[in-house]
């Protein structure tokens, strides 16, 4: 019997069990606490068992075998048109009909790549002279984590920041030097994107 699943929260383990037609996986959440639990959904997965192929959840016809059927040891999966959410832990488990007590297992954790997404910016605080205010950008998308950086006005080189990672930035003491457009960049190994912020001070 060959069972090849996905386990789409990489790195956590609680709870695996791991059978020829069935498994317990679904996409993780965080709770309140910190710990993590399962939704208890069926993962994508494919059985191939005495000369047959049976395809389980299978990322919507999206997966596909390399040598279907695997009858010459190969169980190589091929993915169309990859998305973040096909991120995760796969796993293949091979298993001699009669010995279920024991199986070999083999894991790749794969992790889909892309830009950030445009960054959505946002102002914290009073606008008014000599306020302090906090600049803040984030993208919902990107992998690896993007950093940020902040400009004001054209062709400006990059500004301090206070967290390159959360991509917060403050300004102190607000004046008139201070307004106009700023614009927040975030980038990774894989691209950038940028969205710009427009702050008018207030004299009161």
Known sequence: LLHIQRHPCPGVHTGVALRPTWGPHGPCREGEDGTHEHVLTLPPQVLYYNGKVYW???LGGRVSLVQNPPVKGTASLQIYDVRPSDTGLYICEVTNPGDWSGS???LINFTVLMPPS???CRLSGSTLTGS???LMCHSSGGTPTPIYTWSHGTN???LPVDNAVAGSMILRNLSAAL???YTCSANNELGQSVNILLIKHCTG
Do not use: K, L
């Open 56 to 58: 389980v959840n299978s």
């Open 104 to 106: 070999g297992q083999g």
């Open 118 to 120: 445009t960054p959505e």
């Open 132 to 134: 302090d205010v906090i």
């Open 156 to 158: 400006a080189d990059p």
């Open 179 to 181: 307004s106009g457009v």
